[in-house]
């Protein structure tokens, strides 16, 4: 039975509020939530970033949902490392209610510290290394590892949960959803598509029916369609541009550079907008005919009551078992 989750976007709001949609989700009757892991915001009119890791500090101590980051990049803005510490001590926190969803970043948020971007395949490479050493720190390991991108030594996390952190992998292509299925505790993805699904959990051998896939889309609820779509079309036109070009980009600037090729038309082909229910319904069920687990919704722009409202009496009943 497919769950339903809200996806928090760091990206448009600030900590209070973030918390405060958090709250609303889990009365809204949400069953899990999503935060997103960023370092500056796509484009300058969403505004914000706060740091990931203070917010959900202050979610654990306002909503009994389970969160997990979707997702952060464990590989050169933050060693993995310390993103260990960091999703043990919240998995604490939260009382065994965390995940740790992991990606290869983009260039947006992981060149700040001047370091080189690498391409794809060495930012899968370092990913699984990532993956092995806070693997091996969530068991309670004192852990020395000189690898090809990682050098750690002596270090061993004192502040642990119970169970050890599962870590999911972002991936959208065929090597990343490999990788997924190799290592990760599930897979997470944007788009309802049910052969991704598939290929993650034959690559995850026997156990792979065990293992979780979580979707995640964004949607602009409002009482005029048109209204929403221009709300849509300002905020997130990053939805309809190439996954190629989210990982490459370093600026909002560029980003919205790239998004003036983004016609409304184009933006309604990818968001649902305004209020028509069997629209959001069907959306959502794209995402549980598709075999997944979970699927976290986000609602664009600031109409955030409105929305849970909505989802509350008219979507979210047709949809949850």
């Known amino acids: 039975m497919t769950e339903y989750g809200y996806f928090l976007a760091a990206e448009e709001h600030g900590p209070a509020e973030l918390v405060e949609q958090a709250r609303m989700a889990e009365q809204a009757g949400f069953s899990h939530l999503w935060i997103s892991d960023h370092y500056h915001p796509w484009n300058e009119a969403q505004g914000q970033c706060p740091f990931v890791w203070s917010v959900i500090g202050a979610l654990s101590q ?81 852990v020395t590892h000189h690898g090809k991108h990682y050098t750690v030594e002596n270090a061993r996390l004192y502040t642990l949960p119970e169970e ?28 309802p598509d049910a052969e991704l699904v598939a290929r993650f959990r034959r690559g995850s051998g026997a156990g792979g029916s065990s293992k979780a896939a979580l979707g995640g889309l964004k949607v602009c609820y409002g009482p005029d369609p048109a209204e929403a779509l ?65 699927v976290y919704v986000n609602q664009i722009g600031p109409d955030q009551r409105g929305f849970f409202d909505f989802y509350r009496t008219k979507v979210l009943p047709q949809v949850a078992g």
Not at 234 to 242: G, K, Q
Not at 269 to 287: F, M, P, Q, R, T
Request: with cysteine; net charge negative; aromatic share 6%.
């Open 62 to 142: 306002a909503t009994s949902l389970p969160v997990q980051t979707a997702v952060t990049c464990p590989t050169i803005r933050m060693h993995p490392a310390i993103v260990a510490q960091a999703a043990a001590t919240s998995s604490v926190l939260l009382e065994g209610r965390f995940r740790l969803g992991v990606g290869t970043g983009a260039a947006l948020n992981e060149h700040v510290l001047g370091e080189r971007w690498p391409p794809a395949a060495i930012r899968l490479e370092m990913l699984e290394e990532a993956v092995l050493v806070m693997r091996q720190l969530f068991e309670g390991h004192r």
């Open 164 to 191: 050890p952190v599962p870590i999911d992998i972002s991936a959208y292509g065929p090597a990343a959803v490999a990788l997924a299925g190799r290592v990760g505790d599930g897979f997470i993805t944007m788009v």
């Open 230 to 294: 221009r709300t849509a079309h300002r905020l997130w036109p990053i939805e309809a541009l190439p996954a190629e070009v989210l990982s490459t980009l370093t600026t909002p600037s560029q980003f919205e550079q790239a998004a003036e090729l983004v016609t409304p038309e184009r933006m309604a082909e990818k968001v649902v907008c305004g209020d028509d229910v069997d629209a959001h319904v069907g959306a959502l069920n794209a995402y549980a005919e598709a075999d997944f687990d979970t």
